[in-house]
């Protein structure tokens, strides 16, 4: 039961800038999961509940700790002491490694993502869920992956796409495509850092932008 708990806490709780804020559930997808090990935004025990593909076929989930640069398994026997290292609700905003034993196409159940820069990121690998807010910001014209890097120096970018790893040239213009939302991004990156966008959000057609800062 108190594994259960555990368990259950990375869909009740984020945690971001140290301070705790009230989750949100969606149903994301739908997304490819593939016999074999699938890198996936925010996945975790029960996430297939009333979907397509059942959780029965879900055998193993492990995390990255990016504080400490080791895996961590998640589901079904999790380790508690790396997770602790950072804290349960980091899982919730992360990509995690799922293994299948079985092709499915489904949606999922995922706590609603927080905005792409309040997700920070440590020295060395990363893995990044792909949000819908950052592939629409990545397609915008002449934006960039390094445009949505904030303050982090990105050495290295890869996708993980049919059982081995694919690399992202950081330079090229619309690479992070629709059909990446959901799944994960390998980032290196130099130092602790946040993720966010060069010279501000970008303004969409019919966005109302905000509302101007009083002189200092």
């Not at 989750?23 to 029960?46: D, M, S």
């Not at 919730?92 to 990121?121: C, F, K, M």
Request: proline residues 6%; aromatic residues 10%.
């Amino acid at each position: 039961m108190k594994k259960t708990l555990y368990l259950l806490s990375l869909f009740l709780t984020v945690v971001a800038f140290g301070q705790s804020v009230s989750a949100t559930q969606i149903e994301a997808g739908p997304i490819w999961i593939k016999k074999g090990w699938n890198l996936v935004n925010g996945f975790a025990p029960g996430a297939l509940d009333q979907q397509s593909l059942s959780s029965s076929h879900i055998k193993s989930i492990y995390a990255f700790i990016p504080t400490i640069q080791q895996y961590a398994q998640v589901y079904p026997n999790p380790d508690n002491e790396k997770i602790d290292s950072i804290g349960d609700g980091y899982l919730a905003r992360t990509a995690l490694w799922v293994y299948s034993d079985s092709d499915g196409q489904t949606n999922y159940s995922v706590q609603e993502p927080l905005p792409i820069d309040t997700h920070q990121l440590y020295k060395g690998w990363n893995l990044v869920g792909v949000t819908p807010e950052i592939v629409e910001s990545a397609q915008q014209p002449d934006l960039t992956l390094n445009d949505i890097s904030g303050t982090c120096r990105v050495d290295k970018a890869y996708v993980f796409d049919d059982g081995k790893w694919v690399n992202l040239i950081l330079e090229a213009k619309s690479e992070m495509e629709s059909t990446l939302i959901w799944d994960g991004v390998a980032l290196k990156v130099q130092d602790n850092c946040h993720l966010g966008f060069a010279g501000g959000r970008p303004v969409r057609e019919g966005t109302i932008i905000p509302v101007p800062q009083l002189p200092n």
